[in-house]
């Protein structure tokens, strides 16, 4: 009887660890995303920690577990198979080789975070963090633009890229439209949220590339929440809004370029390589040239830089990233990666629809976020948006039908 009872005890005190080591885990991803907007060094130690509780946790936390009950793993770890695979061909160094691998281990994370979101406490917890830390990233934008806090000519904020920020900010602005109209109660508080983002965005930092993003982003808004009339005429006003700003704003000389630099690519197909988008252009007919060379399997993992100088020799214009993750991607593994990278934003879609309403719009939001983003920069190969992507699409993307045991 008392072995029985010792058991007893003993499986209550196991259970109750494993559970305290699940909430843990949750505090800590809430900490990696502070991290991503504040501190690339808190990002990389909570992420370790995260690693450590996960294994700590054993089989009901396993790789296997988490790919049969979430696609979305499966081919995250796919694709950085396919990258691990790269590692045994192509002429990078091995330095080169590893370092390329070791920008892409947010893939691993993916599985790895799933569990410890399992609760809506914990992913309540992470959206609390996402606003409080917005709004100080808004704020220290503002502070910087008005001369308060000291500026550099990056225009980063918080240490982070225009890039960064203005994506991480796009989608901030997103969930913010979405929370003024699930919650009415805190209506006008997530609508000063979102006013606050759309400022941020278009007036304060201007990464273009959060811009398009926003402005894709507001477009799924309108479609997701309003009916057809209700539609046309609110796309309309946007357009002719984001017309505005276009012609009007002297904020908008970025975009102005950039059109300017689009509409002279597509006439003469030849970049204009002394500007930002005619750089981007030169990066991405160059890469696509590579693609050209070796399209089933690329050069290798890590080759893209190497390859890169290979065919810049002529004008000494270099870059280790081609700004397009789906470049980046092919140069690297050819086809064969970018059909993985490919199937792997399909798991997404697939897993979004599994979802119910409110949190399927998010998901939904997310997705485009990140096809954008790899269109015109490396969100995964990149440190904070990698990270961020990896947590946001284990809090967004992932069914919660299936949950995971703690017991």
Not at 82 to 107: C, F, P, Q
Not at 159 to 172: E, M, N, P, V
């Amino acid at each position: 009887m008392q072995e029985s009872m010792l058991s007893i005890i003993t499986a209550d005190r196991y259970a109750d660890t494993r559970e305290k080591l699940y909430l843990f885990g949750g505090y800590l991803c809430a900490l990696m995303l502070l991290g991503v907007y504040c501190s690339t060094a808190l990002t990389v130690i909570a992420s370790v920690v995260i690693l450590l509780v996960w294994l700590s946790l054993g089989k009901s936390a396993s790789l296997i577990e988490a790919v049969q009950r979430q696609p979305v793993a499966l081919w995250a770890l796919l694709l950085y198979g396919v990258l691990l695979a790269g590692l045994l061909y192509g002429n990078a160094s091995h330095a080169e080789a590893l370092d390329t691998l070791k920008k892409y281990r947010e893939l691993l994370l993916i599985p790895v975070l799933i569990p410890f979101l399992d609760r809506a406490s914990t992913r309540e917890w992470i959206w609390r963090v996402l606003i409080a830390v917005s709004l100080l990233s808004i704020l220290v934008a503002a502070l910087t633009q008005f001369g308060l806090l000291p500026s550099n000519d990056a225009g980063e904020v918080l240490g982070k890229s225009r890039i960064t920020h203005s994506i991480l900010i796009a989608f901030f602005g997103y969930y913010c439209l979405h929370k003024a109209v699930d919650e009415p109660e805190r209506r006008w508080a997530y609508f000063v949220g979102a006013a606050l983002a759309i400022y941020d965005v278009f007036f304060l930092v201007q990464g273009r590339t959060g811009q398009l993003i926003l402005l894709a982003l507001l477009l799924l808004f309108i479609w997701q929440r309003f009916e057809a009339r209700a539609r046309v005429l609110l796309v309309v006003a946007a357009v002719a809004m984001a017309g505005a700003y276009v012609q009007f704003s002297d904020k908008a000389d970025r975009i102005r370029e950039g059109i300017e630099d689009t509409v002279a690519f597509a006439r003469s197909l030849t970049p204009q390589a002394s500007t930002s988008m005619g750089q981007r252009y030169t990066f991405w007919t160059r890469s696509i040239s590579l693609v050209a060379e070796k399209p089933l399997l690329g050069h290798g993992t890590g080759s893209f830089a190497r390859e890169y100088a290979r065919v810049a020799s002529r004008d000494g214009m270099q870059t280790s990233n081609p700004h397009s993750e789906l470049l980046m991607i092919a140069v690297n593994v050819g086809l064969v990666g970018l059909v993985v990278y490919l199937g792997f934003l399909y798991a997404l879609i697939r897993s979004a629809r599994m979802l119910s309403d409110v949190p399927r719009r998010l998901a939904v939001g997310l997705i485009v976020t990140l096809v954008v983003g790899s269109v015109f920069n490396s969100p995964l190969y990149d440190h904070a948006e990698g990270h961020w992507f990896a947590l946001m699409i284990a809090l967004c993307c992932v069914s919660r039908d299936q949950r995971f045991q703690t017991g």
